[in-house]
């Protein structure tokens, strides 16, 4: 059986926009940040603190969501068990089982990720991350961390 081959493949740009994350310190610079939210589109609606945080909106939001979330988290390794693209090639969803550091300690977590590509820009459009944010939310609170 033949398979159909995507004029564009929303993986190779979700991959680039991990390789810019990988790079956030926890005090990023605004290069690092910069690198990161250019992959987003001037506008649209991201959920990168998972769904039961509220969305930012456009790039400056992402910038400033970025920004916090660094303070406290790290992707220190990306592994995805899981990829599919859906909505005629627009759409990339991504299993994963990554390895975080939370306040520089060490956590598996598992994720995933539903980003809506403009496919002529290859811009990030929509991002929604589906995860349980309990685990990370202990490691906050046995940390002392507000």
Known sequence: MATQSLPFAPHV?????????????????????????????????????????PPVTGRAGAKEGF???????????RVVTTKAVANDGKTAIAEMNNKLEILGES??????????????????VGFRLYADGAPIQEILKKRGYR
């Open 107 to 124: 956590l598996q977590f598992p994720e995933v990720e539903v980003v809506d590509f403009d496919v002529d820009s290859g811009l990030i």
């Open 67 to 77: 920004r916090r979330l660094v303070k406290y988290w790290r992707l220190a390794e």
């Open 13 to 53: 740009h979700l991959d680039a926009f991990h390789d810019a994350i990988s790079n956030l310190t926890s005090e990023p610079t605004e290069a690092q940040l910069d690198a990161v939210v250019t992959c987003f589109a001037p506008t649209g609606r991201f959920y990168i603190g998972g769904m039961n945080v």
